[in-house]
């Protein structure tokens, strides 16, 4: 390594000699390709590779490719990926998470996971998903009844359950109180008020309950303005996630 040094304004030239043993130089310590695919609610996660180097350790796969993409955009049933939580375990513990990150583009959505380097006596690797969760294209409307104290009525929003605990009108506005599993939001809903279509006027009264289970609901009030005889939930968009126990053994000879 040539250099110069610069000492009270002058310059002398300098070098640092080592010798680079390039058998010892970075390189992959694991690469393989794994196209492995896990099913999740609408949609397929694709793990595509794993590259591990003695810096970090790296999955790479895709959850839609541009075509599965643009098919889901003219049929108007487009899913949007908030939340995937993968963890990779190696002999049995954890490997901690350095980072990761997700995109859409040409070549569809492809998301990469980043973690630490994987142990010298490296015997079993595994990939657990953990968790995904995505914003869905609904465009679905639920008739509503009038509901009391004592009286709740459930919707089915792809597969997930809503209920409606209770809708009260007063002073020219309809409060609906609604439950569901603590992730669930309706991202973008109206209210069909005599066939009238009204936009949500705000969220209040949010509430969080722990069943025994340790499932979370969460129950809160939408209000809109406007009220009527005839009623319905227009729910065009709604977000939720799912926690999931899929392992994936990965390869390592």
Sequence with gaps: LRFSQILQGTQTPAEISFTLNRNTAMGHTLKETLNETIKVDQAQIKIESILASPTKTVI???????????????????????????????????????????????????FHSDYDPLPSDLEQLQLELVKFGADHDVNRQFKLGRTNDSEKQKLNILGQIVEIDQIKTSQGETRITISSEESLILSRVYL??????????????????????????????????????????????????????????????
């Excluded at 839609?64 to 513990?93: M, Y």
């Excluded at 129950?219 to 009623?231: D, H, I, K, P, S």
């Design 192 to 253: 069909m008020i005599d066939g009238q279509k009204v936009p949500l006027e705000e969220t209040i009264m949010d509430n969080y309950d722990k069943l025994q289970d340790g499932t979370i609901i969460h129950t809160r009030t939408l209000r809109f303005l406007g009220a009527g005889n005839e009623l319905e939930l227009d729910v065009q968009r709604m977000t939720y996630s799912k926690s999931y126990d899929e392992i994936l053994e990965i390869p390592i000879n």
């Design 60 to 110: 790479n796969g895709s959850i839609q490719n541009i075509f599965e993409l643009a098919i889901e955009q003219l049929s108007g049933e487009r899913l949007r990926p908030t939340d995937l939580t993968l963890k990779l375990i190696a002999n049995g513990k954890e490997v901690p998470v350095q980072g990761g990150g997700m995109s859409t583009d040409m070549k569809g959505i492809t």
